[in-house]
């Protein structure tokens, strides 16, 4: 059934679902939402967008991961918000009416899983499922407080899922609790070797992007009481060529898998959805090819410097989640120093756990631990083990 006493416009009308789940599992008693994008039996699936909505089939079978999540016992409570098609960071759907930050009710919850991270931040639901393609997992648990790990890309199955960009969407979900996290990552990340990650890496090209950086520094020195110093690395590309080069294999990508469709719905999109989709129109294959080649030496470069032992401490966002009052100049400012940040694992399909630990100008802020390709459990071990959460 939807949430009937949804007090912060996390979920969608969508009616009734035949969802159904198991009595007995590893996840009974948790109740759980499910992100516009993923297919739940019985239910339409519009990816935030309302003529999308009205013309789609309802789905005949439930998306693996959720079905997973189902069969171990979870309980569906009904879909949540997300940007239009997936391709937002604020989390302000001008479709619906726009998801409230119970953390800092004056600031963005964050997009494209904004519904969700609205509704485990409010404690409507114990656990909901996302998806993060430039960071709508990791940005919402950082502009609410919770926990967010953007997994290895490629670890859970995505079908029944509506693609962004197939070479960077995976699977992640929101819980304010790492006991749950942990229930729910037990369920749904396969079994992988153990990570002993013990040696501390950070990079002050990415560190210069935060706001306050004294109380990022903070962070830093705990981690360091831990794990040992840091040493540092430097990138062989600069930030704003990876965040240029993200944006290449983005668009492009959200392009095919999308623009016929959108093309044809203009009209009943976002102007500013609709231009980021537009862009990717005019890029070529050959530029598509220049820019994964720029990804494939950086991804190979950052799997080195890990190795099978390194864990990046990093900011996740650059400071608090911007104020509703915020000018489209500032917001244009933040998405860019954000995305300078959330493209690294993105294009390296590298595991990021956010770790919801301070405040900031009254509002939740955090940082970012990164593990080898398959350490998210391990990413996971090295929160509990520290205490971070």
Not at 216 to 228: A, C, D, K
Request: net charge negative.
């Amino acid at each position: 059934m939807i949430i009937k006493a949804d007090h912060v416009n996390a979920f969608i009308d969508a009616g009734d679902a035949v969802a159904g789940y198991a009595l007995e599992g590893p996840l009974s008693g948790l109740s759980l939402a499910v992100k516009d994008i993923f297919d739940v039996k019985g239910l339409r699936t519009g990816a935030g967008n309302r003529a999308r909505a009205a013309t789609a089939a309802p789905a005949s079978r439930t998306a693996d991961a959720v079905q997973k999540l189902l069969d171990a016992g979870a309980r569906f409570s009904g879909k949540t918000q997300t940007d239009e098609l997936a391709f937002s960071l604020m989390g302000n759907n001008q479709q619906y009416l726009r998801p409230i930050n119970t953390a800092a009710p004056d600031r963005f919850v964050g997009g494209s899983s904004s519904g969700s991270a609205a509704a485990v931040n409010a404690g409507l639901v114990d656990i909901a499922c996302g998806s993060d393609t430039a960071g709508s997992i990791r940005a919402p648990a950082s502009f609410c407080g919770l926990i967010g790990l953007r997994t290895t890309h490629g670890a859970i199955s995505l079908a029944g899922t509506t693609p962004l960009a197939p070479s960077f969407d995976t699977f992640g979900w929101f819980a304010r609790d790492l006991a749950t996290y942990e229930r729910v990552a037990d369920v749904i990340l396969p079994a992988a070797p153990a990570f002993r990650l013990r040696r501390l890496l950070r990079c002050a090209d990415l560190d210069q992007l935060v706001n306050d950086a004294d109380q990022f520094e903070s962070f830093g020195r705990m981690i360091e009481e831990h794990v040992g110093p840091a040493g540092q690395i430097g990138a062989p590309v600069s930030v704003a060529e990876l965040s240029s080069v993200f944006r290449v294999l983005q668009s492009f990508e959200a392009w095919n898998a999308h623009g016929s469709w959108v093309a044809d719905h203009a009209e009943a999109m976002n102007k500013d959805v609709f231009s980021r989709f537009h862009f990717g129109s005019t890029i070529s294959i050959n530029e598509y090819q220049s820019a994964d080649a720029v990804r494939k030496r950086f991804s190979g470069f950052l799997t080195d410097v890990l190795g099978d032992d390194g864990i990046l401490f990093m900011p996740t966002v650059p400071g608090a989640s911007p104020s509703l009052r915020s000018t489209a100049a500032e917001l244009d400012l933040y998405r860019m120093r954000s995305l300078g940040m959330l493209c690294w694992c993105s294009l390296a399909g590298l595991p990021q756990l956010h770790v919801p630990l301070g405040t900031i100008d009254q509002a939740p802020w955090g940082f970012s631990l990164v593990g080898p390709p398959g350490s998210d459990r391990s990413l996971l071990e090295v929160a509990k083990l520290f205490g971070l959460v």
